[in-house]
């Protein structure tokens, strides 16, 4: 796909992964638009992606959205369609993370648990949403006859990561969706994929002490975290290359290896 001129959806455009996978659409032209829950996030992020594509007008649109909600999600795609004239790429990149153990117990005594709510709560955004943005997109990527691509944002947690129950299970499941929707999805021109990123250098991990980013980038082959910036690349690989679809990048330095 070329991207100029293009269509392409970022959730979660707000900050972070999901900006800078949206301003590196907007550099090469294409015009975006930004689903988050923050308008100051999403001003921010638009004026970032506008000056990224100045030289090749770039328009960027935010909407304020929460992606579990059914009907704000068909709404905001809508929205889009009229405002920027299409929709080519969807981005499912909105997630968030409830850390905890299933069970904590000390000496034979259970003394806490994961609570409904924080695995439902993950659940929500990380799958459900994921799958309601992409059936929208879907459907009008077919009544618009053009075709289209659909990038899932999984994580390497979707191989199993202790505390991380509820987030392993979503990533698992965006990343099995993204196969499952190229089957099916493949006789209407539309492509599918994910992208699983390793240890990413996003404000969270760049504010941990540095004693504790030792550690963590100890684990990975090449000694270092990712960068969102890379991140970018590899969903722009993904909606530029004609002949992908249905696969799972994992971008993670080399984590998996063996």
């Not at 499941?173 to 021109?189: F, H, I, P, Q, T």
Request: hydrophobic letters at 45%; proline letters at 1%; a neutral charge.
């Amino acid at each position: 796909m070329q991207l100029q001129g293009k269509t392409v959806v970022v959730t979660g455009g707000g900050r972070g992964i999901g900006r800078e996978i949206a301003k590196g659409f907007a550099a090469r032209g294409a015009h975006v638009a930004l689903f988050d829950l923050r308008q100051e996030d999403l001003d921010e992020s638009m004026r970032q992606c506008v000056a990224a594509g100045a030289a090749l007008g770039t328009r960027a649109a935010g909407y304020l959205v929460n992606v579990t909600r059914e009907a704000e999600v068909i709404a905001a795609l809508d929205a889009v369609v009229a405002d920027l004239g299409g929709l080519d790429v969807l981005v499912n990149n909105a997630g968030i993370v409830k850390d905890g153990l299933l069970i904590k117990a000390k000496d034979g005594e259970v003394t806490g648990k994961m609570s409904l709510d924080q695995w439902q709560a993950v659940i929500d955004i990380n799958l459900t949403g994921v799958f309601l943005c992409a059936r929208e997109a879907a459907e009008r990527m077919i009544r618009r006859k053009q075709g289209g691509v659909i990038i899932n944002i999984s994580s390497i947690s979707r191989y199993g990561n202790a505390g991380q129950s509820n987030y392993s299970a979503a990533k698992a499941g965006v990343a099995a969706m993204a196969e499952v929707w190229a089957k099916e999805l493949s006789r209407y021109g539309i492509r599918t994929g994910s992208i699983a990123p390793g240890y990413t250098r996003t404000e969270i991990l760049a504010s941990m002490r540095p004693e504790m980013l030792e550690k963590l980038t100890a684990q990975v082959p090449l000694r270092r975290l990712g960068e969102v910036s890379e991140i970018a690349h590899a969903a722009i690989f993904i909606a530029e290359n004609d002949f992908f679809t249905g696969r799972c990048i994992d971008l993670d330095g080399g984590m998996r290896i063996g």
